[in-house]
């Protein structure tokens, strides 16, 4: 068949009601109904996009103000360190689309990822591991891809125990609610035990078999909160595209200001508004492992 033949064929199988691919149409009117009931979520909404202006107004000054300011040759490091940040900035806006268009729990894999990227990040941004050692990389030795996966892993493990773990300095109490934290994110990225939690109606014969995106308030409640803590310290950490000796304006230190304060409302607001310990525990985790501030500059 030529491309044009199959398009038609394809067209002819998949009609419906009179209309080419109609069911796909199915699809896209639950996920516009979707998005409609996420709408109810005002602050979240807000702070979301506030957040997404942020981020394009600092790469927009950082190459038409702060860029031209650079004299001296940057780190090798800085380079290694904005490829990596900009990624967690797309997957955190990709993940959301995917939320409000009705795949909550397929977007809390994604934060699940930029999670474990960002906390990479801050802590060799902190030394407690460096950037070769993150990228499964040993100076002076050839690269050998199995090497580097174990020491990609051994580096993961190291720095998980020091910045959320027995070697974190944080509360006993934070820990053991940070494992469980953990532990969500594991049910959903090994075996979607949260998507499959959905079916059970199905399974018990009470319902047809879901297969159109449905609003559910807890389940997008779920990624919701976890967006503004993933958010939050992926905020944190935007200081740092600062070249050393080069620092953006009074205003826009004024803005970063607001919008830590405002995510860090956001954040503990399950703890305030329903005793949830993770609210508190996130604020102290993001607060110790993600120190700083609107002043801070790439120190590699």
Known sequence: MTPEEMCRRLGEISEYKGVAYGRAHLLFDEEQKHSQAVLKFQGYLALSDALKCFYLETVELMNTECRPKVTTPLSEFYGLFLSRFVHSFQSLFGSERLAINGYPYHAYTILRNTFDNLTLVSAALQKMTDYYAIEGIEPGKPFDADSARKLRKKTEFSVKSQMMGNQSGLTQAAIDELALWDA?????????????????????????????????EQAFAMFMNRFAEISWMA?????????PGVHFSAPWKDKWEFLDTACGEMVESPSKQSGKKIGTVMVEFVKAKFPFSHSTTFPL
């Open 184 to 216: 969500m994110f594991d049910y959903e990225v090994h075996g979607a035990r949260l998507s499959l939690a959905a079916s059970q109606e199905w399974l018990r014969g009470q319902s047809p078999l879901p297969a159109l995106p449905t609003f559910r």
């Open 235 to 243: 905020l944190r950490l935007l200081p740092l595209i600062q070249p």
